[in-house]
């Protein structure tokens, strides 16, 4: 069964823009990428890049060791939005609004994942969260605190429903957390300009999405401004674009957004963790071509681990040799 390895580590980027329909209210002026020095690529013209992120920091040191070809490679990922996730355990004020704010000194719009629900990824590599409910509401409390008045896209706990739907979860927990979800929606969307997607897993995970549907009502996805899908999986655009229309028409047509980070490849059967041989994806965007569709986003950041697998670091730790091989095996590729 797949699962969503998240980042524990901090470090800031991107997203979308206010308003709950779709992403063409964005202002669309380019920005080219800081962390490669170089001028030779556009990046995503929505989104703010953290020109101090682990792929940039990694550019200095080979540059500095004459790995001048592996440097150029990691532009690729160095150049991108890609998100940010506030450690959990400790308050996410801080770095949460310092991202928010370098984002709204370039009037470009900073993409989080708010990942703290209790009892998270059923004691996998991700394990861990919030201790209890009122912790969590704390939490979030801060959270959306530290965003202000900036423009914002929140990725709301990532496998949190589906862990509801495929009974990892244990019962006794559901109640407590569709209740913490719907309200985190309601607490982050007081914010003026912030967008929240509810998490819906990936169409490897639950197959049929119907029986998403309940829970993530439950969880007050009507309130969000959409759901997400594909986050930290390796799962096609076309396959995930299916099902994700397929899931919009059940819930009334709400919007999605798909996480592209890593699934440039697609999958690679019976292994969900640091797979081998994957590459980048549709690179970050909000002209999907598709009216429900609002973006591809790298919401996995690219080159940090899925957990202790396949030779990988802890769950959230840079890995420079996977973030190699995720550019090497990638085409510049814009959406599709």
């Known amino acids: 069964m797949p699962r969503l390895i998240h980042t524990l580590a901090a470090l800031a980027v991107l997203g979308l823009a206010a308003g709950c329909s779709s992403a063409s209210d964005v202002d669309e002026a380019s920005v080219a990428g800081a962390a490669s020095k ?190 997400s899908l594909n986050v930290s999986n390796f799962q096609t655009n076309e396959r995930t674009k299916d099902y994700g229309r397929r899931l919009s028409e059940d819930l009334g047509g709400k919007h999605y957004v798909i996480d592209t980070s890593r699934n440039g490849n697609g999958p690679l059967p019976g292994v969900w963790c640091n797979p081998p041989g994957r590459a980048l994806g549709t690179r970050p965007t909000t002209d999907t071509g598709e009216p429900a569709l609002d973006a591809y986003l790298w919401i996995k950041r690219p080159g940090e681990s899925d957990g202790t697998c396949e030779g990988g670091p802890a769950a959230g730790q840079w890995w420079p040799e996977y973030a190699l091989e995720l550019a090497r095996n990638s085409k510049d590729q814009s959406a599709t």
């Open 38 to 227: 170089k001028a030779s690529r556009t990046v995503s013209p929505v989104f703010w890049v953290d020109p101090d992120g682990p792929a940039a920091t990694q550019i200095q040191t080979y540059r500095r060791d004459g790995r001048a070809k592996d440097a150029d490679l990691l532009a690729r990922i160095a150049d991108e939005p890609v998100a940010l996730w506030p450690a959990g355990e400790v308050d996410p004020g801080p770095e949460v609004k310092a991202a928010a704010a370098a984002a709204s000194g370039q009037g470009r719009t900073a993409l989080f994942v708010a990942y703290d629900i209790p009892h998270r990824d059923c004691g996998q590599h991700s394990a861990g969260g919030a201790a209890d409910a009122a912790a969590y509401r704390s939490w979030i409390g801060k959270f959306a605190d530290a965003l202000g008045d900036g423009k914002a896209l929140v990725v709301l706990e990532p496998d949190a429903v589906s862990h509801i739907v495929d009974g990892c979860t244990p019962d006794a927990y559901h109640d407590e957390r569709e209740q913490l979800l719907s309200e985190a929606i309601v607490r982050l969307k007081q914010q003026p300009h912030t967008k929240v997607y509810l998490d819906a897993g990936n169409p490897a995970w639950i197959q049929d999405p119907w029986n998403l549907v309940d829970p993530l009502k439950k969880a007050g996805i009507e309130k969000a401004d959409g759901f």
